[in-house]
Each structure stands twice: as C-alpha cells, then as structure tokens.
C-alpha cells in the first residue's frame, strides 16, 4: 500500500499566493435578463417582413402597437424610466403551425443577443390554412449595450419556449 500524504492549507494562504502569481479571479457569467411579456400573437398586420426594435418611449411602443401589432386602444403602460420593450414581427407563414416568440436575452462579449425561437412545421405535421403574422414584445430593464438578434428555427412538435 502506497500512503497517501494529504496537505490542508488555510483558504486565505491559498488566495494569497494565487494572487501574488498573478491569476485574476472573474465574476460569474451574467445571466439573461428577465422578460415581462407584453404581447405574443400571430394576428400582426399584414404585408410586414421580417423586423425587429428596441422601443425606448412611450411613443415608440403607440406607434409600434398600431402599425406592426395592428391594435386598437392604447398599449399597456410599461415604466420607460426603468425598462425598454424589445419586439420583433416575423415575415407571415403559409399556416397555423409557424410563430415566433423571444425566447431569451442574454449578455455576450459585443453586448446583448435576443435569441428568437421560430416554429415551422414539422415533417407532415397537419396545419391550419391560414395565412399569419406572428409578432412578440417583451418588456427588459433598460439597457445600453448594442443588441443583435439570432433567429433559430424550430421544427413542429417542439413549441418556441413560452414564459
């Protein structure tokens, strides 16, 4: 039998001398931002591509409701002292079986990435024929980092994650 020798050192001698040898301790990973939903539905207005926005005021988010959302009324009150509203429209799909939700926010190197969950059908998954206009708006803290979207497809039966 081999012994084995064991060495206990205090915690703060072992800091020290990774300290003085020069390693850098980082912060954890932050994490994604939380999402308020503020609206999720595939009945936006018609004859819109594809788009996204950062709506920083109250009047970006009126005029945002009306002509991309195609609602009527004002839109829920969101505090753009503390939050902005990120949105996006998807360009319309053939059927029933495509959405698209914000499926997270989270931090990168180069600032904030938005991922985008858009559901497509599925390998003869059975549709409703209906022509829709799937649009999603989430309200964020405010932020000030540049922001840039990645949309993922996600083939039917595996639903855009809901929040």
């Given at each position: 039998m081999i012994p084995v020798m064991r060495f206990y050192l205090p915690c703060t001698l072992v800091l020290l001398a990774l300290t003085a040898s020069g390693c850098a301790f980082s912060?954890?990973?932050p994490t994604e931002l939380a999402l308020e939903p503020l609206v999720h539905d595939r009945r936006g207005c018609p004859g819109r591509t594809r788009g996204t926005a950062v709506l920083r005021d109250a009047g970006m988010l009126e005029r945002w409701w009306t002509q991309v959302a195609c609602r009527?009324?004002?839109?829920?009150?969101?505090?753009?002292?503390a939050n902005v509203v990120v949105a996006i429209q998807d360009r319309p799909g053939p059927n029933g079986c495509y959405d698209a939700?914000?499926?997270?926010i989270a931090p990168t190197p180069s600032g904030l990435e938005a991922r985008v969950w858009r559901r497509v059908p599925g390998p003869g998954e059975s549709c409703t024929m209906a022509l829709v206009y799937p649009i999603d708006a989430v309200v964020v803290p405010r932020f000030t980092?540049?922001?840039?979207f990645t949309w993922q497809d996600v083939p039917g039966g595996e639903a855009p994650p809901s929040r």
């Open positions: 912060e954890p990973a009527t009324g004002s839109p829920p009150v969101v505090d753009f002292d939700r914000i499926a997270s980092e540049t922001l840039t």
